[in-house]
């Protein structure tokens, strides 16, 4: 069974930092991709990063780009967000998801882990 746990999220001042973590089990690590979902009340549900474990690549979206970073540790079978320079509008529940291939999990379609609130204060 897939399992996917979040953690790291928290509320943080503006311009701040925080790391969420992803720890995986219940399929074959390195063979998926892992990403990173968020949803603010009255928001779409946005696809915020992604890393293909098979070969390292990564996607961000605009709303991030140099600001976030997404990294895997296959020895730890987790996924961390480097989440810096924070702005209010990154207040939302975090979400990550797995998926055999990156366009599958950047369509939301794979499994979900349970969230962690980031909440960034102005």
């Known amino acids: 069974e897939v399992q996917l746990v979040e953690s790291g999220g928290g509320l943080v001042q503006a311009g701040g930092s925080l790391r969420l973590s992803c720890a995986a089990s219940?399929?074959?690590?390195?063979?998926?991709?892992i990403g990173w979902f968020r949803q603010a009340p009255g928001k779409e549900r946005e696809g915020v990063s992604c890393?293909?474990?098979?070969?390292?690549?990564?996607y961000y979206a605009d709303s991030v780009k140099g600001r976030f970073t997404i990294s895997s540790d296959n020895a730890k079978n987790t996924v961390y967000l480097q989440m810096n320079s924070l702005k209010p509008e990154d207040t939302a529940l975090y979400y990550c998801?797995?998926?055999?291939?990156?366009?599958?999990?950047?369509?939301?379609?794979?499994?979900w882990g349970q969230g962690t609130q980031v909440t960034v204060s102005s």
């Open positions: 890393i293909s474990n098979s070969d390292g690549s990564t």
């Open positions: 219940g399929f074959t690590f390195d063979d998926y991709a």
């Open positions: 998801v797995t998926a055999p291939t990156a366009g599958s999990v950047l369509s939301g379609f794979g499994s």
